[in-house]
């Protein structure tokens, strides 16, 4: 994690909002660099005045203990991890009460920055990027870590070279109960198929997100085209990527990386030697500048700014007595000032990261579970027709109903014999996740639990992709309209 390791701001630094803290365990925070599924990122500044990127997991893998042990490990694991084409990590805190992870900066937009910006890139320069991303892997896994995230906003475009960021994060995440709860583990356009169907992964997944990388780098599009998560993800278990676009030098090593069986993929160093050997001389050196003109002259605009002075902190004035008996005591005063603007800031930082975080809201007073917010818009009574290729029954009727803002809704899918309960587990001004609660199921067509994912779509509708919890690769897409 560096330049950005997530989605965020495009080709450029965005400031501190008045709710971001301003210091975090002695680390000056200049700018934001992004946010990802995982937590939010900041450009800040070691007491020396390095740059680096320090990343600040989001609130529910702070609360949930497997995720720290798991988390602690990963890092430990990471922090081996010495390949040039990666960014270092630094330093990290999993028992803060917002674990965080320090890396070095890099001074280039990611590849998903500078693709929605420039275009897709020669195959030249996307050889050469398969060949950085590979020797990354190489030395991601041999320090025994497999990525698991490897997607466009993960790599990061250094004059010298492309570098991997975020290993380390996905795996300590994915065992979790957070990822029923709206943490993603991984990009459906960049799982491999055996991620999608609930498989063991190995490293040879991140040559499948490699391969797609390359796609995606080299016609702008992603290989398994777009649409709602759980299409994307049933396309890349069972249907061919769409290459249409690829140059030919790129096409034949892109097709072996996507092979759906990971036994018939390349391991990274064969993907290295074949980039290699179409793109550099005799000396096996890589002829820079390795990106686009344009591309090329922006990166100047990423070099890291100044870091800023922390302002002195507030503090009300002492009680008027003889300036000999203040005087002795200045020194332990400052210390006490300082440890409490520590405290302060660390504070600022969880009370802004739990009020920011889409779908959440504080918890209680008691304890007990904050609220779904955001659920104004689920009201009533939405319908629709469901394709679901791989089921029983290819299409049936959907009728979703939620009574109003946080409470419990009910489902009817008639066509199947089925219904039962709705509990919406996590919500956005956009989109909402769900899940089901089978309590009549008839005729045995249904599986006992279910996932919903929800987005609304234009003015009055919403799409819907259901999802077996059994059985990831078995999915159902709509598009349902509300009941007058």
Request: with cysteine; net charge positive.
């Amino acid at each position: 994690m560096a330049r950005v390791a997530g989605e965020g701001s495009r080709l450029g630094l965005e400031p501190l909002t008045s709710g971001d803290p301003r210091e975090i365990a002695g680390y000056r925070l200049r700018s934001r660099l992004g946010a990802g599924g995982m937590g939010q990122v900041y450009l800040a500044f070691t007491a020396g005045g390095r740059p680096v990127a320090l990343k600040v997991m989001h609130p529910q893998l702070a609360g949930d203990g497997a995720f720290r042990r798991r988390f602690e490990r990963e890092v430990a694991a990471a922090r081996r991890v010495h390949g040039r084409y990666t960014a270092q990590v630094l330093d990290a805190d999993p028992a803060a009460s917002a674990p965080w992870l320090v890396t070095a900066y890099v001074p280039g937009p990611s590849l998903r920055e500078a693709v929605q910006e420039y275009g897709p890139m020669p195959e030249r320069t996307v050889l050469i990027l398969m060949a950085g991303v590979s020797e990354a892997l190489q030395a991601i896994h041999a320090a025994g870590l497999v990525h698991r995230d490897l997607k466009p906003s993960n790599v990061l475009l250094a004059p010298g070279g492309p570098r991997v960021i975020d290993f380390g994060i996905a795996r300590a995440a994915e065992d979790t109960e957070l990822t029923g709860t709206g943490i993603r583990v991984g990009s459906a356009h960049y799982m491999a198929p055996e991620q999608v169907a609930g498989e063991p992964v190995t490293a040879a997944a991140d040559v499948f997100a490699l391969g797609a990388l390359a796609v995606y780098a080299a016609t702008g599009r992603a290989a398994f085209g777009e649409g709602p998560e759980l299409a994307v993800m049933y396309r890349v278990r069972h249907e061919a990527a769409n290459l249409n676009g690829c140059p030919p030098g790129l096409r034949p090593i892109a097709e072996r990386c996507l092979a759906k069986n990971p036994a018939g993929r390349p391991s990274p160093a064969e993907v290295l030697g074949w980039c290699q050997n179409r793109t550099t001389d005799e000396t096996q050196q890589i002829t820079l500048p390795w990106l686009p003109p344009a591309l090329t002259r922006a990166l100047p605009g990423h070099v890291a700014p100044r870091p800023v002075p922390l302002a002195p902190p507030t503090v009300a004035a002492a009680p008027a007595g003889p300036p000999a008996s203040r005087r002795p005591r200045r020194r332990s005063s400052t210390r006490r000032l300082r440890t409490g603007a520590g405290i302060l800031a660390a504070i600022v930082a969880c009370a802004w990261l739990l009020a920011h975080q889409p779908g959440s809201a504080p918890a209680g007073a008691s304890g007990s579970p904050p609220a779904v917010a955001h659920t104004s818009w689920l009201a009533g009574t939405w319908v629709g027709a469901a394709d679901q290729p791989t089921g029983t029954v290819t299409r049936w009727t959907a009728e979703l109903s939620f009574p109003g803002p946080g409470g419990p809704g009910t489902f009817r899918f008639p066509t199947l014999g089925c219904s039962g309960k709705l509990i919406v587990t996590g919500t956005t001004r956009t989109s909402a996740s769900v899940r089901e609660h089978v309590t009549r199921n008839q005729r045995k067509l249904c599986a006992p639990n279910g996932l919903i994912r929800l987005t609304r779509s234009g003015a009055r509708g919403m799409d819907m992709a259901w999802q077996d919890s059994a059985d990831r690769s078995n999915v159902a897409t709509a598009h349902l309209s509300p009941v007058r």
